[in-house]
């Protein structure tokens, strides 16, 4: 079964940093454009950032550019999601997802992890 799971979530302050982790159990996902989407209560879901197969192309919603940054080992088949300057806006369940078909940017969800929760209070 193909599966990607999260770690790293938790409580942090504003203006704290945390890094989240998703590991992909199938050597398929190194193919992949791998991201990072969050959903707030009440909310929808957001796109928060992607990278290519090869980790040359990142990108990332206005809202967290120069905040987050994203990479991805393929030998080892993880992507990381490293946040930095955390505002209370940014508190969501986080979940790491791969495209259906593309290497280049995550555009149709092919697979996603559970989620992990991001709070951010003080």
């Known amino acids: 079964q193909v599966q990607l799971v999260e770690s790293g979530g938790g409580l942090v302050r504003p203006g704290g940093s945390l890094r989240l982790s998703c590991a992909a159990s199938d050597p398929v996902f190194s193919s992949l454009a791998l991201g990072w989407f969050r959903q707030a209560p009440g909310e929808g879901r957001e796109f928060v950032s992607s990278i290519s197969w090869d980790g040359v192309n990142a990108y990332y919603a206005d809202s967290v550019k120069g905040r987050f940054t994203i990479s991805r080992d393929n030998p080892s088949r993880t992507v990381s999601l490293q946040m930095n300057n955390l505002k209370p806006e940014d508190t969501a369940v986080y979940f790491c997802?791969?495209?259906?078909?593309?290497?280049?940017?995550?555009?149709?969800?092919?697979?996603r992890g559970q989620g992990t929760q991001v709070t951010v209070s003080s």
């Open positions: 997802a791969a495209d259906k078909f593309s290497g280049v940017r995550v555009t149709q969800i092919g697979y």
